[in-house]
């Protein structure tokens, strides 16, 4: 069985890389919304006259930023687990050694069984790694004197709805797009 330490460890670098990955894809995921819903909201304006246009100024941005806004503040909260990695650290070794709970989580989501990576790349997906830390989460929750382990475990099981949220926003704004050309050309 593997020490504390090891496990504290492996743990942080799989957090760690899991933030990497997320912020380049939150940060991927914000422009392709910035661009879909900025297009769309201008082509709402150019299309709509009177008070529709009105409240499509208003409407529209609102969305553009709740869209444009929810992988960003994904990014933001996943750049802040690599700053305060070593604090991360120090959180799972003191929740691993005083909580059986606690190291029976990591060592589940840790000794996840895949293959091998080929060339240095991880094979796994990032939505697919951030399901593995809920119980982590919770575990973590519960303890008052941890400060980085509960926030690391925010920002990684919130990434996939703040994602979702976004590229609903996508759809959205593709649609509305779709709409407001029509009515702008016709």
């Given at each position: 069985m593997a020490t504390v330490d090891e496990l504290a460890r492996q743990m942080a670098t799989l957090v760690t890389t899991l933030a990497r990955k997320g912020k380049v894809v939150a940060?991927?995921?914000?422009?392709?919304?910035?661009?879909?819903?900025?297009?769309a909201y201008l082509t709402g304006l150019a299309?709509?006259?009177?008070?529709?246009r009105s409240l499509w100024?208003?409407?529209?941005?609102?969305?553009?930023?709740?869209?444009?806004?929810?992988?960003?503040l994904a990014r933001w909260r996943l750049a802040s687990i690599s700053n305060r990695a070593s604090g991360l650290l120090g959180d799972l070794r003191t929740l691993i050694a005083r909580d059986a709970d606690a190291q029976?989580?990591?060592?589940?989501?840790?000794?996840?069984?895949?293959?091998?990576?080929?060339?240095?790349r991880d094979?796994?997906?990032?939505?697919?790694?951030?399901?593995?830390?809920?119980?982590?989460?919770?575990?973590s929750s519960r303890a008052n004197d941890l400060r980085e382990l509960p926030r690391a475990m925010r920002a990684v099981t919130t990434l996939p709805l703040l994602l979702g949220i976004a590229l609903?926003?996508?759809?959205?704004?593709?649609?509305?797009g779709f709409v407001f050309l029509l009515a702008w050309i016709f």
């Open positions: 940060t991927g995921v914000a422009v392709v919304v910035l661009l879909v819903g900025g297009l299309a709509l006259d009177g008070s529709a100024t208003v409407l529209g941005l609102v969305m553009l930023m709740v869209a444009v806004g929810a992988p960003l029976r989580v990591v060592i589940d989501t840790v000794a996840v069984e895949e293959p091998l990576p080929v060339a240095g094979p796994r997906p990032v939505i697919y790694d951030s399901r593995q830390f809920n119980g982590l989460r919770t575990v609903l926003g996508v759809v959205v704004f593709g649609t509305l």
